[in-house]
C-alpha cells in the first residue's frame, strides 16, 4: 500500500484547498432537510458543478476531472476541512452514479449522469417499505410487465426515503416476479417522481426538518430505458449499490477526520472542565478516525489493482457508523448542558449528534451487517 502522496497528488490538494476556502458559504447554510435549506444546497451544488468540483472523479463529458480515487480522497478531505456543505445530492452521485457506470447503457449514462453532476436531477433511494425496513429482499412493491407499452407498471409504497420530499427522481427495488426465491425476481428502476401515479408525502421529524418522505406508486409507469441492468436480476445491482453505501463513496475519511479535529478544538477549549476520561475518549476517537483513513487508502490499493468491494464494506460501515456516534456524544458531554441551548457552531454537535444516531440504522442495520460479517466474511454458519 502506498502510503505518501506525490507531487501532482499535492498540487491537486492545493488547488481544490484554495477554491473551496474562497468559496464555501458563509454563513454555514441552513439545513438541506427543509425546502429553503434544500434549495440553498442546490445552488452551492451548481457552484460545485460549474467549476468541476462536483464529480471529480468522473469523466469530463460528464462535468468531472477524471481525477483518481487518491484524488477523490483528498479533495474529500479538504471538502470536509473546509467546513463546506453536506452534499444533498449524495445518494445519486455517491450511490446510484457507481452502479449506473458499472450496470447502465451508454444512452442511460449519457442521459442522467450529466443532470445528476449538475443538480438538475436530485436522486432518493427507494429501499424501505413499511413492512421490509432491514430486509430489503422481503420488499413487497411490485412490476407488472407492460408490453404494449414497452414498459412496466409500479404499485407499492417506499418508506424513510431520505429527501424524497424535494428529490425529482428515484432508484429502487421492485419485485417482478412474485414466484421467485426472495433474492431473485428483484429489477432495479429509476422512477421519475413527477410520473402521474406518484404521491410523496413528507415525514417531519422531531426536530422540525422534512427531509423524510413516504412515496406511493399506483400504476406507475416506468419505460424499459429506466430499467438499470437486467429485469430479474435487480439483487445484483443492488448489492453494488450498497456496497458502495457501506463502504467507499458515502461517508469518506474526511467527514470523521474533520469532525475529530473539530473535537480536539472543542475540548481544547473546554479543557478545565474535562477529566481524563473524556481525555482518553478524545485520544481513542482521534486514532479512529486515522484508522478509517488508513484502512480507507488499502481498499483503494486494492481498487487501483483490479479488485473490487464485497461483503467486507459492512465491517467498514459498522466501524464509521459508530465511530460518528462517539464522535459526537464526546462533545455533547464537553458541552454539558449548553449543548442543548447553543446556536451558531456549537448547535452543530447536537444536530450532528441526532443524525449519527441513525447512522447504525441506515445502509442497512448494524445488526444485519454483523449477520452478513458473520456469514460472508468470516464464514460462520447460520443459526
Known sequence: ?????????????????????????????????????????????????????????????????????????????????????????????????????????????DRILPKMASGEQ????????????SDLAGISSR???????????????????????????????????????????????????SSPGVTVRGV?????????????????????????GEPGRGWEVAMATTGSERGLTLRSPGRFLATAQRLVDLYRARAAAADDAWRDRLVDAWIDAEAYRWQTFATVTALAQGGRTGPESSMVKLFWSELDVRLHELALDLLGPEAELAD????????????????????GTNEIQRNVVAERVLGLPRR
Not at 122 to 133: I, K, R, V
Not at 344 to 363: C, R, V
Request: aromatic letters at 16%; charged letters at 25%.
Open 143 to 193: 412490476a407488472v410487465r407492460d408490453d404494449a407499452a414497452g414498459g412496466w407498471r409500479l404499485t407499492g409504497q417506499k418508506t424513510w426515503t431520505t429527501r424524497g420530499a424535494f428529490c425529482t427522481h428515484l432508484f429502487g427495488l421492485f419485485r417482478t416476479d412474485p414466484a421467485a426465491e426472495r433474492h431473485r425476481g428483484l429489477t432495479y428502476f429509476l422512477v421519475d417522481l
Open 1 to 109: 500500500m502506498d502510503i505518501e502522496f506525490g507531487p501532482d497528488e499535492e498540487r491537486f490538494r492545493a488547488e481544490c484547498r484554495a477554491w473551496l476556502e474562497a468559496n464555501v458559504p458563509r454563513p454555514p447554510l441552513p439545513s438541506g432537510d427543509t425546502r429553503e435549506g434544500f434549495t440553498a444546497h442546490l445552488e452551492w451544488e451548481r457552484t460545485l458543478y460549474d467549476a468541476r468540483w462536483a464529480v471529480v472523479s468522473w469523466p469530463r463529458e460528464y462535468g468531472g476531472r477524471e481525477a483518481s480515487l487518491w484524488e477523490w480522497l483528498i479533495f474529500e478531505e479538504e471538502y470536509y476541512r473546509a467546513g463546506a456543505p453536506q452534499r444533498v445530492t449524495q445518494n445519486g452521485i455517491f450511490l446510484l452514479a457507481p452502479t449506473v457506470f458499472e450496470f447502465g447503457t451508454q444512452e442511460q449514462k
Open 204 to 228: 417531519e421529524r422531531l426536530d422540525g426538518d422534512e427531509g423524510f418522505a413516504e412515496v406511493f406508486l399506483d400504476d406507475v409507469f416506468v419505460p424499459d430505458a429506466d430499467v438499470l
Open 344 to 363: 451558531g457552531e456549537l448547535a452543530s454537535w447536537m444536530k450532528g449528534y441526532q443524525f449519527a444516531l441513525a447512522g447504525p440504522i441506515y445502509a
Open 122 to 133: 436530485t436522486w432518493c433511494q427507494g429501499w424501505s417499505e413499511p413492512n421490509a425496513g
